[in-house]
C-alpha cells in the first residue's frame, strides 16, 4: 500500500499503552509537533493489548504503528518491527535508566545506599529476563531471581564493600512494566542477599517520583532520561538524589512493521 492507504487503514490511530507512561505523553507531544500526524490519536490501554494487536497485525500482515521501546522482547520477537525515524528528535536519541534515591537514604541506609549505586547492567541482561518470562510463561520475580544465581560476577561488583545488615527495611517503589520488574526483582534479591527486608511497590510514573520526591520510598531504579520521563524528573529536581545511569542504551518511538513501505514519521499522512 501507499502512504496515504497506511494512514487510512490504521484509521489515523496508534496503537498505545497506559495513559500514565512516559511514552504516552511523549507521544501525545509527536502528534502536536508533526504536520504528518495532524488529526492522529493514540488509543491508550495497556501494554498486553498493544502487543495482542501488534500479534494480530503481523500475523495477518496488517498496518499498524504502535509505540515501541527497548529493552523489551518486542524486537527480539517480531523480527519485521523498526522504529519509524523521528526527524524532530521528539523521542530523542538514546535513554538511560537512571537510579534516585530519596534525600537522606546515604545516612540512615549507607549500606542499601552503596549497593544501589554501584548496581549497573546492560540491555542484554535485562531484555534476557524480559523475553525468558514471556516465553516460558515464569514470573518475572522467578526468572530474576535465577539470573542473580547464576550472575555472581556481577553480584559482586554491586555488592563491593557492602557489609551485611540484620533485617533492614528498603522500599523499591517501581513502574509496573517488565523491564523494572526485572531491574527491581534482580536488585531486591541481591539485597535480601545482604540481609535487607525488602518490598517492591509498584505504581504509575508519577507516584514513583512523588514517593522517592517525600521520602515515602527509599529509592528506585525505573527512571528513563532524559525524555521519556523529563516532566515528572523536572518537576521533582533537587527533591531527590540522582544516582546516576544503571542501564545505557534503552530508547522509545514510533515502531511499524518493516513490510510498511515507511522510514519516517514525517511519511504518515494526516
Ligand atoms: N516504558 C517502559 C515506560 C518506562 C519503561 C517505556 C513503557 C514509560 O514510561 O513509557
Redesign the pocket.
Known amino acids: 500500500g501507499n502512504e496515504k492507504s497506511y494512514s487510512e487503514a490504521v484509521e489515523h490511530m496508534i496503537t498505545g499503552?497506559e495513559p500514565?507512561?512516559?511514552?504516552?505523553v511523549?507521544t501525545e507531544k509527536a502528534i502536536e509537533e508533526y504536520e504528518s500526524l495532524k488529526g492522529w490519536s493514540l488509543e491508550q490501554s495497556s501494554?498486553a493489548a498493544m502487543m495482542t494487536r501488534l500479534d494480530e497485525a503481523i500475523q495477518k500482515q496488517e498496518p499498524i504503528v504502535i509505540?515501541g521501546?527497548n529493552p523489551?522482547w518486542m524486537f527480539a520477537k517480531y523480527k519485521d518491527l523498526k522504529y519509524l525515524k523521528d526527524p524532530k528528535g521528539v523521542y530523542g536519541k538514546t535513554e538511560v535508566i537512571k537510579t534516585l534515591a530519596r534525600k537522606g537514604l546515604k545516612e540512615d541506609k549507607p549500606n542499601a545506599y552503596k549497593l544501589l549505586d554501584q548496581f549497573h547492567w546492560e540491555v542484554e541482561d535485562m531484555e534476557g529476563i524480559m523475553l525468558e518470562s514471556t516465553e516460558t510463561g515464569t514470573d518475572i520475580a522467578k526468572v530474576a531471581k535465577k539470573w542473580v544465581e547464576e550472575h555472581p560476577d556481577a553480584v559482586s561488583k554491586w555488592t563491593k564493600g557492602v557489609e551485611d545488615v540484620n533485617g533492614v527495611g528498603i522500599e523499591l517503589v517501581s513502574?509496573p512494566?517488565d523491564?523494572?520488574r526485572a531491574s527491581a526483582n534482580v536488585v531486591a534479591e541481591v539485597l535480601r542477599s545482604k540481609g535487607f527486608e525488602v518490598t517492591i511497590t509498584p505504581v504509575d510514573?508519577a507516584i514513583v517520583f512523588k514517593a522517592i520526591a517525600e521520602g515515602d520510598g527509599d529509592a528506585t531504579l525505573?527512571a528513563?532520561m532524559p525524555v521519556?520521563?523529563k516532566e515528572f524528573y523536572d518537576k521533582y529536581t533537587d527533591q531527590f538524589e540522582d544516582l546516576g545511569e544503571n542501564l545505557k542504551g534503552a530508547k522509545?518511538g514510533l515502531a511499524v512493521p518493516k513490510y510498511m513501505d515507511i522510514d519516517s514519521i514525517e511519511d504518515l499522512k494526516p
Open positions: 499503552i500514565g507512561a512516559g511514552i504516552t511523549t501494554t509505540t521501546w523489551h513502574t512494566w523491564s523494572e510514573v525505573a528513563w521519556t520521563h522509545i
